[in-house]
C-alpha cells in the first residue's frame, strides 16, 4: 500500500504522467521537459548546445486556475530560462500547442541560477591556474590535494560585476574522511567569470596554518575520537495500520486537511489549494505558500569574506538541491517518500529520489485536556478528558554548500498550521593561526566569529527565510489588518489601573501593510474575508500569530547585499496578488541590482482592502557560532504560526477520539 501510494502520488505530484488531464498548478512532468526543449529547437530559439538554468511550471493565471471545472483544457506552458551566445535568455512555451509564445533576451537586472556545469567548470578552472598552482605550493599543497567550492559572488555595483557573471573559489584540503570543510585554505581565492570562463583575479592575503585535524562525523569517525554513547532502548515513532494520507493525483488530503504538492526548482516544495473541512464543508484557505527567497550575510569584512552574502533559493535553487530523505532519521520508518523531478543544464527531467516525505506523528502531547476538579469525590475520581495529538508534516531537505535546510509545513488538528524552517549541516570556517584563546593572536582571530576548535573560526552570520503566502478566506478577495495590543482606558472608580484591549488597524495600501515585529508592541496579524458572515456573525479570518524574527543594524541604502534585498527591513509585507511577482528578491537573483524587489512591488502602492492580497513573512535568526555547532550543528527550527481566527465554530480538535 504504501509504495502504491508513493507511485500514484508521485504521478502528477512530481514526475511520470499518470492521469490525461492533470491539475494546473501541477509540476511539469519528465515528458513535459523532452517536449519543452524540443519546441524550442524546432523553433530555433536553441541549439544542442544551449543550457537551460531554468525549465518549470509556467501557471495559468490565478483567474482560469480557480473558474478550472476540472474538466476543461488549460494549455500547458512552461517558463524557461536559457543560453545564448548574446547571454541569457527567456521563453514562455506552450506544451499543449507545440509553439514558443514568447522569448528574448533577460535585461541586466540580474541573471538566472547557477547551473552545475558552471560549477564544475570553475572548480576546473581555479586548480588549472598558474597564479592558484603558485599559491598552492607556498602552503606546500598541489591542486591534486585540493578542493576548491566555487560560489555565487553576490553583486557590490562596481565595475567589476558589469557585463560578468562571477564566482569566487575558495578552497579547502581534500578531506581524509566525511568532512569537505574541516581544513580551509585560508588566505587564498579566485574570481572566475562564468561568461567568458576565465579567472580573473587570485586573491593571496598570506599564508595561514591549515588545521590538521580532519573532523569526520560519521558515526565511525566519532567513536574514534571520543566514543559512541552506551546503547540504549531507542524511542521511535510508530503509526498503527495503513497511512491516513490519500492521494487523489497531486491531491493530499488528511484529516480536516486537503492540498497541492508540486517541486519547483527555485523555491523547492510549493504547496497550493489549501483547504479545510469545516463540519463536511472544504472551505479554501490558501492558494498557494512557498518559499521565496533566503538571504545569508557573513559579517566577516576580510577580502575572502566580505562577499559571502548568498541568496541561497534564487542563486542555487533549494528545487535543485532537494537531497534524498532517510527513513529513520530524516522522516520516521514509516513516512512515504516521494521523487522530485526538475530539469538539468541539458533541459532533461533529473529526478531526486525520496526528496519528499509525508508522514503522521504523535509527539506524546495531548491536543488538548482538563482535569475537572469539582468533579472528583470521595467515592470516585473521574480523569481528565483529553485527546491525543496528531500532525500532518510533509518535508523537505535542500543541502546548499555547507548548509541542510529542513522545510516542513505541518498541519495540526486544531487548524493551526506551522511552516517550519530546521537549519543544520556544517559552519562555514575559516583558517587562523590561533589554537586556543590564549594565544596572542585569538583576540584579532576572532573579531568577527568563534574560535570553535584549533586554528578554525566560524564566522558570526545570519539566516532570513521569506516566504510568500497568499491567502484566499473562502475567496480571493480578503481584507488584511492587524491586532495590535494597546493599554485600556480604565475608569477612574476601577480597583484596576492597567489593561488592554484589542484595537484593530485596516491598512489601506501596500505602503501602508509592512511591518517590523517587537514584544515591546504586539500585534497580530490577520487576513479576514469581510464578505462573509461567520458563525455568530463574526468576519472569518485567519492570521499569522507570530514568528522567528530578526534585525540587524544593516544599511539598506548604501550596502549593496542589503541594498539588494530590502525586503528584510520589515518582517511583514503585503501585495495585491499578480501572477509574475513570486520572489522577494526579484525574478533572477543572480548579481541582481536591486530594482527588482518585495520592497518595489510595493512602490505603486495599490489599495488593499477588499482585494486578492497575498502576504510575505521573513523568519530570520542571527547566528553567533559556538563550539557546540562542531563538526556538525544542531537543528535549529525557526517557524512561521498560522492559526484560524472565527473561522471554525469551535475548536476542531473537539470531535478527536479517545
Not at 533549494?318 to 522530485?340: H, I, K, Q, R, S
Not at 584563546?437 to 576572532?446: L, R, V
Not at 545570519?462 to 488584511?480: E, S
Amino acid at each position: 500500500m504504501k509504495r502504491l501510494l508513493s507511485t500514484v502520488a508521485a504521478g502528477l505530484v512530481l514526475g511520470t504522467p499518470l492521469y490525461a488531464q492533470p491539475h494546473p498548478l501541477d509540476g511539469l512532468t519528465s515528458d513535459e521537459y523532452d517536449s519543452v526543449v524540443s519546441i524550442l529547437r524546432d523553433a530555433d530559439v536553441v541549439s544542442e548546445e544551449t543550457l537551460f538554468p531554468l525549465i518549470e511550471l509556467q501557471e495559468p493565471p490565478k483567474a482560469e486556475v480557480l473558474a478550472w471545472d476540472g474538466d476543461s483544457q488549460i494549455a500547458r506552458k512552461a517558463l524557461v530560462h536559457y543560453t545564448s551566445t548574446d547571454g541569457f535568455g527567456e521563453a514562455i512555451v506552450n506544451i499543449t500547442s507545440g509553439e514558443v509564445e514568447e522569448s528574448g533576451l533577460i535585461d541586466e537586472q540580474g541573471q538566472p541560477m547557477i547551473m552545475l556545469t558552471e560549477f564544475m567548470g570553475a572548480l576546473q578552472a581555479a586548480l588549472s591556474d598558474d597564479r592558484m598552482i603558485e599559491a598552492l605550493a607556498k602552503r606546500d599543497l598541489t591542486p591534486d590535494q585540493t578542493f576548491c567550492l566555487p560560489l555565487t559572488a553576490g553583486n557590490f555595483l562596481t565595475p567589476e560585476y558589469e557585463g560578468n557573471r562571477l564566482m569566487k573559489i575558495p578552497c579547502y584540503v581534500v578531506p581524509e574522511g566525511s568532512n569537505f570543510y574541516a581544513k580551509p585554505i585560508e588566505g587564498l581565492s579566485a574570481t572566475y567569470d562564468l561568461s567568458t570562463n576565465t579567472i580573473t583575479e587570485v586573491t593571496d592575503t598570506g599564508v595561514v596554518d591549515v588545521p590538521e585535524d580532519p573532523w569526520g562525523y560519521t558515526e565511525e569517525e566519532i567513536d574514534a575520537r571520543v566514543g559512541l554513547r552506551p546503547e540504549t532502548n531507542r524511542a521511535r515513532l510508530s503509526r498503527e495500520g495503513e497511512t491516513n494520507v490519500t492521494f487523489d493525483g497531486s491531491e493530499l488530503t488528511w484529516d480536516i486537511w486537503k492540498m497541492r504538492l508540486r517541486v519547483d526548482k527555485r523555491p523547492g516544495l510549493v504547496v497550493s489549494d489549501i483547504r479545510a473541512d469545516d463540519q463536511g464543508t472544504w472551505r479554501d484557505i490558501i492558494y498557494q505558500a512557498h518559499l521565496s527567497e533566503v538571504f545569508v550575510p557573513y559579517m566577516d569584512p576580510d577580502e575572502n569574506w566580505y562577499w559571502r552574502t548568498y541568496m541561497d533559493s534564487g542563486e542555487y535553487g533549494f528545487g535543485l538541491f532537494l537531497t534524498p530523505l532517510t527513513a529513520g532519521v530524516d522522516c520516521p520508518d514509516y513516512a512515504t517518500f516521494l521523487p522530485a523531478v526538475v530539469n538539468d543544464d541539458s533541459g532533461a527531467a533529473m529526478e531526486i529520489p525520496d526528496a519528499i516525505c509525508i508522514f503522521e506523528r504523535s509527539k506524546g502531547d495531548p491536543a488538548w485536556r482538563h482535569f475537572e476538579v469539582f468533579a472528583q469525590s470521595e467515592d470516585q475520581f473521574v480523569p481528565a478528558e483529553g485527546r491525543p495529538h496528531t500532525e500532518l508534516v510533509v518535508r523537505t531537505a535542500s543541502e546548499v554548500g555547507n548548509y541542510d535546510y529542513l522545510i516542513d509545513y505541518r498541519f495540526h488538528q486544531d487548524g493551526q498550521m506551522q511552516i517550519m524552517v530546521g537549519a543544520t549541516g556544517l559552519d562555514a570556517v575559516k583558517g587562523v593561526n590561533s589554537t586556543s584563546m590564549s594565544d596572542d593572536g585569538a583576540e584579532a582571530d576572532t573579531d568577527h566569529g568563534t574560535l570553535i576548535a584549533p586554528n578554525l573560526v566560524a564566522a558570526n552570520h545570519d539566516h532570513y527565510f521569506n516566504f510568500r503566502i497568499d491567502f484566499d478566506i473562502d475567496q480571493p478577495k480578503n481584507t488584511f489588518m492587524t491586532m495590535d495590543i494597546v493599554p485600556a482606558e480604565v475608569s477612574d472608580d476601577s480597583p484596576r489601573r492597567s489593561m488592554w484591549e484589542v484595537q484593530e488597524n485596516v491598512p489601506q495600501s501596500e505602503a501602508e501593510a509592512s511591518y517590523q515585529i517587537s514584544a515591546m508592541k504586539p500585534r497580530y496579524f490577520m487576513m479576514m474575508n469581510q464578505d462573509r458572515k461567520g458563525y455568530l456573525d463574526h468576519t472569518p479570518g485567519w492570521m499569522i500569530h507570530h514568528g522567528s524574527i530578526a534585525y540587524g543594524p544593516f544599511d539598506f541604502a548604501n550596502d549593496p547585499p542589503f541594498a539588494r534585498n530590502p525586503w528584510l527591513e520589515n518582517s511583514v509585507w503585503n501585495t495585491v496578488q499578480k501572477d509574475n511577482e513570486r520572489y522577494a528578491g526579484g525574478s533572477y537573483a543572480m548579481q541582481s541590482d536591486g530594482s527588482e524587489t518585495l520592497a518595489t512591488y510595493v512602490e505603486d502602492d495599490e489599495p488593499l482592502p477588499g482585494q486578492d492580497v497575498v502576504t510575505w513573512f521573513t523568519a530570520g535568526f542571527h547566528h553567533i557560532p559556538r563550539m557546540e555547532d562542531w563538526p556538525v550543528m544542531s537543528t535549529e527550527w525557526k517557524q512561521v504560526h498560522i492559526m484560524p481566527h472565527n473561522f471554525f465554530a469551535m475548536n476542531p480538535a473537539i470531535s478527536l477520539r479517545k
